[in-house]
């Protein structure tokens, strides 16, 4: 028989993790992830996505674009499987991207076609860990990450840095909020799993493409909390014409370190 999310864990995900259950009326917006991996259709929509981020088509608007999406891909599906001890099929073959507005801010949502869940075997936890990590990662992120990085001159390492951020900030801030003991081990032993030993294949590269971005945080004087500075910088200060607004730890900035 078929699993499926109860009703608990589906207002979770769609209130806090960034899962829809409808199509959106946004048809503009909208569409199945796969055709983010088609060359024309997938430069068409980042040409009517740029303008979201004060941009044209270009390595910024590309880049911001690379931060909603690492982040609503991977929410729903790194919840599901840390805290739920529940498997969502996120690649790309099963996944639309629904457009949706808070405000005047864009929050784009992932919906899957099919929605059941696995459940681990018992004693095959990290088998089955490495499969719902793979369909999120090597069949879904690094298939989009790729498709547009052909659409503007970006890095690999730009897109891949900005998908980690948001994957740390679940892990380290997020995710654990109200979770139970046997949970937060769960979690935590994911999250170590994740940036220190999965191996590239999972995410569909020759190396964890994580690890790189996984540093020690900082204390500046800029910050009250310690931050953690990124290798790359992600272009957002070029979306804030006139203003030159930068990340808290854009590479770009000098910080002064305490």
């Not at 909208?30 to 055709?35: E, R, T």
């Not at 075997?121 to 052909?150: T, Y």
Request: proline content about 5%; charged content about 30%; aromatic content about 10%.
């Amino acid at each position: 028989m078929a699993l499926v999310l109860n009703q608990n864990d589906i207002d979770t995900l769609t209130n806090d993790y960034r899962m829809a259950v409808e199509p959106s009326g946004d048809l503009e917006l909208s569409l199945p992830v796969n055709d983010l991996l088609d060359p024309e259709k997938s430069r068409i929509y980042m040409e009517r996505v740029a303008p979201i981020f004060r941009s044209s088509l270009s390595t910024a608007s590309v880049s911001m674009f690379m931060k909603r999406y690492g982040f609503l891909a991977a929410a729903p599906a790194l919840y599901a499987m840390s805290l739920l001890d529940k498997g969502l099929d996120c690649s790309a073959a099963n996944s639309h991207l629904e457009s949706l507005y808070k405000g005047d801010t864009w929050l784009p949502k992932l919906r899957l076609s099919d929605m059941t869940v696995s459940l681990p075997e018992e004693g095959k936890r990290e088998e089955w860990r490495d499969l719902i990590m793979k369909r999120l990662f090597a069949d879904n992120i690094s298939l989009v990450l790729q498709s547009l990085k052909k659409l503007v001159p970006v890095s690999s390492a730009v897109l891949w840095e900005n998908a980690a951020i948001y994957i740390f900030w679940l892990y380290e801030k997020r995710m654990g909020e109200g979770a139970a003991p046997e949970q937060r081990a769960r979690m935590e032993e994911d999250f170590r799993y994740l940036v220190q030993e999965a191996p590239g294949h999972l995410f569909g590269e020759s190396r964890n493409p994580l690890t790189r971005f996984y540093t020690e945080k900082r204390r500046t004087k800029a910050y009250e909390d310690p931050v953690r500075i990124r290798k790359t910088c992600c272009y957002y200060y070029q979306t804030t014409p006139g203003e030159e607004d930068f990340c808290g730890g854009c590479p770009k900035v000098k910080h002064e370190f305490v």
